[in-house]
């Protein structure tokens, strides 16, 4: 009796271990930043409709990087994230192409505005970036690919 009571205890003291050790083990693994490896779709600039373009859209890294196009230009850049604050600094790397009038100031306008960004929010199908005041500068949407189908959503 006692030495099935004793194996009883070393087996609760073993699978107590093991679930101790698996609960450090994932603690101490570097947190994967919310928007790494995501890629969204302008929708709106200050609450308008941008004009159509190529490649509307932002993307982010694991790397603290990030690409974006207002219709027009790439650009690349560092991004710093820390939980719900956000900003992209200056330092720009970008394509130098002509644009088509209108597409010119939208992308001039869109890099202003993401100077201006301090945080994010995120909706189901949205990221939303806002200012200081928390007034809504950029919003961009998720596409969500199922099979060979397309959903986007603002």
Same mark, same amino acid.
């Given at each position: 009796?006692?030495? /099935? ?6 087996? +609760?003291? +073993? ?8 609960? *450090? ?16 779709? $302008?929708? *709106?600039?200050? %609450? ?28 690349? %850049?560092? +991004?710093?994230?820390? %939980?719900?604050?956000? =900003? ?5 790397? %970008? ?10 100031? *939208?992308?001039?306008? +869109? $890099?202003?505005?993401?100077? *201006?960004? /301090? ?15 928390? =007034?809504? $500068?950029?919003?961009? =949407? ?13």
């Amino acid at each position: 009796m006692k030495t /099935t009571r004793r194996a009883f205890i070393a087996a +609760v003291l +073993v699978a107590a271990s093991a679930i101790g050790i698996g609960a *450090q083990t994932r603690a101490t693994e570097p947190a994967k930043p919310p928007l790494a490896n995501t890629e969204w779709t $302008l929708s *709106q600039i200050e %609450g308008e409709a941008p004009l159509e373009g190529r490649g509307l859209d932002l993307s982010f890294t694991e790397d603290g990087r990030f690409g974006t196009s207002a219709g027009c230009n790439r650009f690349m %850049g560092e +991004v710093e994230i820390k %939980g719900r604050e956000i =900003s992209f600094p200056d330092k720009l790397a %970008g394509t130098m192409m002509a644009c088509p009038e209108g597409l010119a100031e *939208q992308e001039e306008k +869109v $890099l202003s505005l993401l100077a *201006q960004v /301090t945080s994010y929010r995120m909706e189901p199908k949205a990221l939303i970036l806002v200012d200081s005041k928390g =007034s809504e $500068l950029l919003r961009y =949407s998720r596409e969500i690919k199922k099979d060979s189908l397309i959903e986007t959503s603002g």
